[in-house]
């Protein structure tokens, strides 16, 4: 089983014994309400609202549910949420795919270029593979750039942007960039 299926299978149980928690605590605490003849309390509004547990009808209103759902410190989630969050990890399961066959063919590409004789350190071309997230700030890019030794210097790469107004222009997404590339090859990849 994939870590994405074995992620949902577990996020699905999660969400059913979440959802489901309360009508099985409450159907116990609730079923001493009923009578020694196995009947409800007058007191219990509407049979709408109610589940049947051994010849009792237990009461489990909503108002109980939210207490104890906050009580718990428990999330409660729309049907339309949760499918929001289910496309969120499967699109995660979809990336970090792309991610491992992309660090295979970047592992690879290393292993070629080991092979050929380098005539000193600083001849050493440094890959990367770089995720832009939303909302991920210039100041955030340079510093991976520079810790993974594609440029030499985070602050010159954050003047460029600053200098030509480019702080708005960067775009989400996944680049390919080496050590080879210029600051102004590596902004006009990323913009």
């Keep these: 089983m994939t870590r994405s299926k074995l992620r949902s299978t577990a996020v699905g149980i999660l969400i059913a014994t979440i959802a489901l928690a309360p009508f099985i605590i409450f159907a116990d605490d609730n079923s001493d309400a009923a ?6 309390n007058e007191e219990q509004p509407d049979k709408e609202n109610s589940h049947e547990e051994n010849g009792s009808e237990v009461l489990v209103t909503e108002q109980d549910m939210l207490q104890y759902i906050e009580e718990n410190d428990l999330v409660a989630l ?28 970047t592992e690879a590409a290393s292993v070629d270029d080991e092979g050929e004789e ?19 700030s210039a100041g955030e890019i340079a510093n991976v750039l520079e810790e993974t030794n594609i440029i030499s ?38 913009t």
Excluded: P
């Design 35 to 40: 009578t020694d003849e196995g009947r409800v």
């Design 78 to 105: 729309t049907a339309a949420k949760f499918e929001e969050l289910q496309e969120d990890i499967d699109r995660l399961s979809e990336l970090e795919d792309e991610l491992a066959v992309l660090q295979e063919e």
């Design 118 to 136: 380098s005539t000193s350190d600083s001849d050493d071309v440094h890959r990367l593979y770089l995720v832009i997230g939303s909302g991920m």
């Design 153 to 190: 210097s985070a602050s010159d790469f954050r003047e460029y942007i600053e200098n030509n107004d480019l702080e708005s222009a960067i775009k989400s997404g996944q680049f390919m960039l080496d050590s080879t590339m210029s600051v102004s090859e590596i902004v006009g990849k990323i």
